[in-house]
């Protein structure tokens, strides 16, 4: 699929579009993962060591191996901790940057549809609203009778966006480019600060993480021969939160012209444009002039963590900071980077920050957010 969007992820995102085969094969020395009941009881088990059956991605069906129907109240239980899990998966060619693809003809052209699937989703500024196990978000790309992209749309929580293709970002072979916000992964055409769902939420996505990443394609086009498509369980066990599979997402799967049809037009304001990025201002983009500022720190490492103390400035008539966002990379590790948030408690204190195996001279990047969702600079820090 020639099409596949160019993904310029947040500087400071930990949690990408990868294998939707995390969610089935994570185990490590500290817990595994788990398909369960509406009772909590194994069904089956990602720890091959366990006396369960092995969980895997080709497990997942409509009737599992063995016989049992699988409903929707099955669900799967990840071990909880979600920064190290995601990082050790991101790492390993096997699971990283991966999208599945879909090919819809429609009268007069034919839909694509990229879907990505999530480790995790680290709610709006990580005050664990919206927090939750599993995150299914897509990209769709238009084409008339030609095989010309006319349109796309991008998924944004409950709703989504659409621009036609004159106003869309795109790479220099053609495919669209797409901002997904930190943490919550929604789907944008612009970086920066985004108003969604009436207001209800800012998504932040600066679109600064090196280099943008285009993820590899698997066809799902023929759904019946993939087995966990079918599946009707919840991806995550975080209640309603954690999705359902692509092909129980509604008219977004089953009609995706009227799923358009039915989100917001165009409102990002950007013009046409070769490069990586538009500078041009966008009347969707929240304010940048009355957020929080970015608490001063001291970094050191000590015995597997990172310690930071930090301390609030003073005197501002900007929102007080209450959450820091730290991403964690290391240098001489195969992981990907620990995204983690840290509610702060006073005007200073410590943050204790695991390094779950990161290796070599670090680089962390640091932001802070305001309770309304506003965003400080954003800081990249080196660490021996």
């Given at each position: 699929?020639?099409?596949?969007?160019?993904?310029?992820?947040?500087?400071?995102?930990?949690?990408?579009?990868?294998?939707?085969a995390e969610a089935t094969d994570n185990y490590s020395s500290h817990g595994t993962n788990r398909l369960a009941d509406d009772d909590e009881a194994d069904i089956a088990v990602s720890d091959?060591?366990?006396?369960?059956p092995d969980l895997s991605l080709a497990y997942l069906a409509d009737v599992?191996?063995?016989?049992?129907?699988?409903?929707?109240?099955d669900h799967i239980i990840e071990d909880s901790d979600y920064p190290a899990a995601a990082a050790r998966m991101h790492g390993s060619n096997q699971y990283a940057n991966q999208t599945y693809g879909r090919v819809v003809p429609i009268s007069g052209g034919t839909v694509l549809q990229y879907w990505y699937y999530y480790y995790y989703n680290l709610g709006q500024g990580g005050f664990g609203f919206g927090d939750h196990e599993g995150d299914w978000e897509m990209t769709q790309v238009?084409?008339?009778?030609?095989?010309?992209i006319t349109q796309v749309t991008n998924a944004q929580h409950g709703g989504g966006e659409r621009c036609d293709w004159e106003h869309v970002q795109r790479?220099?072979?053609?495919?669209?480019?797409?901002?997904?916000?930190?943490?919550?992964h929604a789907?944008?055409?612009?970086?920066?600060?985004?108003?969604v769902d009436a207001g209800a939420i800012l998504d932040q996505a600066n679109g600064e993480f090196e280099p943008p990443i285009t993820p590899t394609v698997t066809d799902i086009t023929n759904s019946m021969s993939l087995g966990w498509l079918q599946w009707p369980g919840r991806?995550?066990?975080?209640?309603?939160?954690?999705?359902?599979?692509?092909?129980?997402?509604?008219?977004?799967?089953?009609?995706?012209?009227?799923?358009?049809?039915?989100?917001?037009?165009?409102?990002?304001?950007?013009?046409?444009?070769?490069?990586?990025?538009?500078?041009t201002a966008a009347p969707a983009r929240a304010s940048t002039t009355n957020r929080p500022p970015l608490p001063t720190f001291h970094v050191r490492r000590a015995d597997g963590a990172l310690l930071i103390d930090y301390q609030l400035t003073s005197g501002s008539r900007t929102p007080r900071?209450?959450?820091?966002?730290?991403?964690v990379d290391g240098s001489r590790d195969h992981l990907g980077p620990q995204m983690s948030a840290h509610r702060l408690k006073g005007r200073s204190g410590r943050l204790l920050v695991s390094l779950n195996g990161a290796r070599g001279p670090l680089t962390i990047v640091v932001s802070a957010f305001a309770r309304d969702g506003t965003r400080s600079e954003v800081r990249i820090l080196h660490v021996g």
């Amino acid at each position: 699929m020639r099409y596949a969007p160019e993904l310029h992820y947040d500087s400071g995102e930990g949690y990408f579009a990868d294998s939707a085969a995390e969610a089935t094969d994570n185990y490590s020395s500290h817990g595994t993962n788990r398909l369960a009941d509406d009772d909590e009881a194994d069904i089956a088990v990602s720890d091959p060591s366990d006396a369960a059956p092995d969980l895997s991605l080709a497990y997942l069906a409509d009737v599992y191996p063995g016989g049992r129907a699988a409903v929707p109240t099955d669900h799967i239980i990840e071990d909880s901790d979600y920064p190290a899990a995601a990082a050790r998966m991101h790492g390993s060619n096997q699971y990283a940057n991966q999208t599945y693809g879909r090919v819809v003809p429609i009268s007069g052209g034919t839909v694509l549809q990229y879907w990505y699937y999530y480790y995790y989703n680290l709610g709006q500024g990580g005050f664990g609203f919206g927090d939750h196990e599993g995150d299914w978000e897509m990209t769709q790309v238009t084409l008339d009778a030609d095989g010309a992209i006319t349109q796309v749309t991008n998924a944004q929580h409950g709703g989504g966006e659409r621009c036609d293709w004159e106003h869309v970002q795109r790479t220099l072979d053609g495919r669209p480019i797409v901002y997904p916000a930190i943490g919550t992964h929604a789907t944008f055409f612009s970086s920066g600060s985004h108003y969604v769902d009436a207001g209800a939420i800012l998504d932040q996505a600066n679109g600064e993480f090196e280099p943008p990443i285009t993820p590899t394609v698997t066809d799902i086009t023929n759904s019946m021969s993939l087995g966990w498509l079918q599946w009707p369980g919840r991806w995550g066990n975080s209640g309603g939160n954690s999705p359902d599979g692509p092909a129980y997402h509604g008219t977004k799967w089953d009609n995706p012209v009227a799923w358009a049809n039915s989100v917001s037009g165009c409102s990002e304001g950007q013009t046409y444009s070769m490069r990586r990025r538009s500078e041009t201002a966008a009347p969707a983009r929240a304010s940048t002039t009355n957020r929080p500022p970015l608490p001063t720190f001291h970094v050191r490492r000590a015995d597997g963590a990172l310690l930071i103390d930090y301390q609030l400035t003073s005197g501002s008539r900007t929102p007080r900071p209450t959450t820091i966002m730290t991403t964690v990379d290391g240098s001489r590790d195969h992981l990907g980077p620990q995204m983690s948030a840290h509610r702060l408690k006073g005007r200073s204190g410590r943050l204790l920050v695991s390094l779950n195996g990161a290796r070599g001279p670090l680089t962390i990047v640091v932001s802070a957010f305001a309770r309304d969702g506003t965003r400080s600079e954003v800081r990249i820090l080196h660490v021996g």
